[in-house]
């Protein structure tokens, strides 16, 4: 509390000001914000975490015998990679995107290069005029059955002939449907390749309506395929690591949390 106290001292002038020295009491206020401090420590979360949700595929409607089985006609391969200027990824001077390349071939490998169609470059390019463009026209052309009625659903719920909640359920249930042709995707992203380009090949898996794929390293098969490319193509793929070692291997993080399905 605080407390004025009137200076007595000797003799003054007569009409002199009277001086007053005020003496204010801090306790309760330091007992106060103790209390305060105690409150927000306990009620406050101080460090937030920086993790990045993603979903990925389950098991749960899946045989285990047929966890690792898909046909040849169903199977896609996306090999991921990043272009870097210096030690820097590479931006489109146009978008001011990051450049993601997909090299990517469907079924079963061709090492013995008989066909023409063995590997495929496209990039994340989304959509142009209202129309799928780049990988996703792909993945989309792969899952047409899924896709076709997904977009009757999503109409149904615009048209709120459908809750979101049936929606949610329907589309669920439309993407696991084993009657319909629907493609296994597996994700293989290079030593060079971002954070960036893994979430962007996961999304276009969500985007896609596409419930089966694994993200696994890549071998000695996709380095064959790979080198094939580039003696065909006059590119440059495989290269030195570029990235950091502090962050240079999503594709093994990634690895070890991926789930087939």
Known sequence: MAQIEQSSGGKKKKGAQKKMSIHVDFTPMVDMNMLLITFFMLCTTM???????????????????????????EAITLILDTEYNGDKPAVDAETGKTVHNIYYYEGIAD?????????????????????????????????????KEYEQLKNQWKNKEITKEEFDKLAKKNASDSLKTRPVVVIKPGPNTTYEGLINAIDEMNINQISRYSIELPNHTDSVLLRHYEQVNGETIIRPTVRAKATQAPAAAAASESTNS
């Open 47 to 73: 460090i937030k975490s920086q993790t990045l949700q993603i979903v990925l595929p389950t098991n749960e409607d899946v045989k285990k015998e047929q966890q690792s089985q898909a046909k040849q006609s």
């Open 111 to 147: 090492t013995t290069f008989s066909t023409n169609a063995y590997l495929r470059k496209e990039q994340f390019i989304g959509n142009m005029n209202h129309e799928a463009q780049g990988i996703r026209k792909i993945l989309r052309n792969k899952n047409e059955q899924v896709m």
